[in-house]
Every structure is written in C-alpha cells, then in structure tokens.
C-alpha cells in the first residue's frame, strides 16, 4: 500500500452567484437541444412549404393559365414570409410581453386589400397561395404522427 499525503478541504468561499452559473450550463443543455430541434422543425416547415407552392404552382399552370397561377405564386410567398414570422414569434415566446398576431393579422389583411382593389389580381387564387403554408404544416405533422402511433 501507498501513503499519500492527506488533502485539506478548503472551505466553499463561492457565492452564491458563482455556484448557480457552474449549474447553468447542464440547465441550459436540454434547451439548446430543443431549440436545435425547433429550428430543424422550422426549417423542414418552410422547405416542405416551398416545395408545395412549387408544385401547385406548376399543376395549376397546367391547368389553368399563367396569370392564376402567378396570383397563386404571389400568396405562396406571402403564405411564406407569414409562416417565417410565425415562427420569429413562436420562438420568442415567454421572453417579451406583447401582442401576438398582429403584425401577422396586418400582413393578410394587406394582402387581401391590394387583391381586391388591384384589377389585375384574382382574389381566390391568393387566397389559397396564402394558405398554402397550412397544407405544408399538414403534410410535415401527418407522416410523423401516423409514423408514432406505429410505434
């Protein structure tokens, strides 16, 4: 057997200031790991989102005529910058106290505002371009939800 030399135990001199931010990092673990979750989930959101505006786009050229599926187009995008700064709030929640929705409210009814009072714009193929990012949510939720209850 060795003899080793006996330590002496420094009393905890940390205040308690100091002991909560050693604890900080393993706290904040779990959240750094839903928030890269939360940001893989928005950005699977607003590809499956294009990618469906894109698709639609084409089927309703093909369909019908360049200048309906423009207005589709149009809302798509619009449905687009709606759903990115749907997420801008979902991600700040909890850390400022203001009204949610309204700038979001204002986006649509701006929309629908310039469709009806420009000659040019349909208003129902906006309409459904905008809510196009509805469908996209749709068809992420289904798949992953039908996938678990497999499970």
Aim: with cysteine.
């Amino acid at each position: 057997m060795t003899y080793s030399e006996p330590t002496l135990k420094t009393p905890n001199t940390e205040t308690p200031n100091q002991a909560q931010s050693q604890e900080t990092p393993e706290s904040e673990q779990p959240k750094s790991d839903s928030m890269k979750e939360y940001y893989k989930l928005k950005h699977t959101l607003l590809i499956v989102t294009l990618a469906l505006a894109g698709v639609i786009f084409v089927m309703i050229w093909g369909y019908y005529s360049l200048t309906v599926a423009l207005n589709y187009l149009l809302g798509a995008c619009f449905s687009l910058v709606y759903l990115n700064m749907l997420a801008r709030e979902v991600e700040r929640v909890g850390t400022f106290k203001r009204r949610i929705g309204s700038t979001r409210l204002a986006l649509f009814v701006g929309l629908m505002i310039v469709a009806t009072r420009w000659q040019q714009l349909q208003i129902i193929p906006i309409f459904l371009g905008f809510m196009t990012y509805k469908a996209g949510i749709l068809f992420y939720i289904l798949p992953n939800s039908l996938l678990e209850q497999k499970k």
